[in-house]
């Protein structure tokens, strides 16, 4: 693996909306404050293997469905 490090992206915000949930229902399922959801969802914040994992599950999605990971 070179220095640059990758970019993590995702569909949370397609996903969330798709089934109908708020940030807060999703970040109290979760564990998690609505503030990390809006961050995860800007891309400003990569979530943990664990958060992403839950994330996942929450929404019915496989972990790679959820997000992605371009190595510039």
């Excluded at 979760?30 to 914040?45: C, D, L, S």
């Excluded at 293997?49 to 469905?65: H, P, T, W």
């Amino acid at each position: 693996m070179g220095k640059r490090g990758g970019l993590i992206g995702n569909d949370l915000r397609a996903l969330r909306l798709r089934q109908n949930v708020t940030q807060q229902q999703l970040a109290d399922q979760i564990g998690v404050t609505r503030q990390t959801v809006n961050a995860i969802e800007g891309n400003r914040y990569s979530p943990s293997l664990e958060v992403a994992f839950r994330i996942a599950r929450a929404l019915g999605a496989g972990v790679e469905e959820v997000f992605s990971y371009d190595e510039g």
